[in-house]
T-cell receptor, first 111, second 115 residues
Framework: GQNIDQPTEMTATEGAIVQINCTYQ??????LFWYQQHAGEAPTFLSY??LDGLEEKGRFSSFLSRSKWYSYLLLKELQMKDSASYLC????????????WGAGTKLIIKP | GAGVSQSPSNKVTEKGKDVELRCDPI?????LYWYRQSLGQGLEFLIY????????KSGLPSDRFSAERTGGSVSTLTIQRTQQEDSAVYLC?????????????FGSGTRLTVV
């Protein structure tokens, strides 16, 4: 099958750093996406990695290792508003137009 | 419009009734996607449109589900003879072209509850 695995829930402290991991088992790889979803709201695009390495966008960075089928989202200087679910997604082996999604990691930020 | 608009935002229906969900994508976006999100589950792909054409309908859970898109714009997802397992949030997304690297823009979804 095609799976995207990520932790169900993580807790971190305001101002700290947190790393959310994602492992995937889809072939025909063509990029890996991270989305943020606040409770009751639509997912919003955070990042897209197609090459190995770290891509930084302000407080958020995303890393990809294609040989290890692994990605992570790194959030720095955590703020209370970062409390949300973070979704990892990769194209299906059957279709580049169909994304396979992880169940999401619920990040809880404590003061 | 400025964003992807979905209606209704909430729908409660009785088991066995038909429902129609509407999605109005961002103007000019040729690709449109429907997903379903159940509590604690990842997003489940249902169908995508390139223009008015739906090349891949394999994600539709059963023949009770159908979707159409007209004028390369508005799309409707119809669920016939609703069942309790159809209860979920139905999300629509659009993008300028298929699977562009900067991702989709999602609507706020329709929360469907079948009682």
């Amino acid at each position: 099958g095609q799976n995207i695995d990520q932790p169900t829930e993580m807790t971190a402290t305001e101002g700290a750093i947190v790393q959310i991991n994602c492992t995937y088992q889809t072939s025909g790889f063509n990029g890996l996406f991270w989305y943020q979803q606040h409770a009751g709201e639509a997912p919003t695009f955070l990042s897209y990695n197609v090459l190995d390495g770290l891509e930084e966008k302000g407080r958020f960075s995303s890393f990809l290792s294609r040989s290890k089928w692994y990605s992570y989202l790194l959030l720095k200087e955590l703020q209370m508003k970062d409390s949300a679910s973070y979704l990892c997604a990769a194209p299906s082996r059957d279709s580049n137009y169909q994304l396979i999604w992880g169940a999401g990691t619920k990040l809880i930020i404590k003061p | 419009g400025a964003g992807v608009s979905q209606s209704p935002s909430n729908k409660v229906t009785e088991k066995g009734k038909d429902v129609e969900l509407r999605c109005d994508p961002i103007s000019g976006h040729t690709a449109l996607y429907w997903y379903r999100q159940s509590l604690g589950q990842g997003l489940e792909f249902l169908i995508y449109f390139q223009g008015n054409s739906a090349p891949d309908k394999s994600g539709l859970p059963s023949d009770r589900f159908s979707a159409e898109r007209t004028g390369g714009s508005v799309s409707t997802l119809t669920i016939q003879r609703t069942q309790q397992e159809d209860s979920a949030v139905y999300l629509c997304a659009s993008s300028p072209h298929l699977l562009q690297q900067w991702g989709y823009t999602f609507g706020s979804g329709t929360r469907l509850t079948v009682v």
